[in-house]
């Protein structure tokens, strides 16, 4: 198990910083997935390594902070750790999308520039975001 996840560590890692990076095991061991990742995003990478691993559950979404309401089957959307350490709900969507642009535009405002997002952050006003009091 620990293998694995060194695995889809090193993986994740070329995808984002490139065959000089460090990983865990020698670049040979990898010739095949740097021939798969080179035609998608980063963002489509890591939702194939995360629909690769065995920690991936049916409902679970690409994206972080998005899941599918087991009753209606709309995403959802919550972001954890704001507001004394509970999880805040951000509602329903009708899309993946949707539910992981609103879980983005929760996290630039609890956690400001350094938050990590779906999207890249260019994509938001983040001051517009900053300055709310929504």
Known sequence: MEEKAA????????????????????????????????????????????????????????????????????WQARIGRVSGNKDLYLGTFGTQEEAAEAYDIAAIKFRGLNAVTNFDITRYDVDKIMASNT
């Open 7 to 74: 695995r889809a560590y090193d993986q994740a890692a070329l995808k984002y910083w490139g065959p000089s990076t460090h990983i865990n095991f020698p670049l040979e061991d990898y010739q095949q997935e740097l021939e798969e990742m080179k035609n998608m995003t980063r963002q489509e990478y890591v939702a194939h390594l995360r629909r690769k691993s065995s920690g991936f559950s049916r409902g679970a979404s690409m994206y972080r902070g998005v899941t599918r309401h087991h009753q209606h089957g709309r």
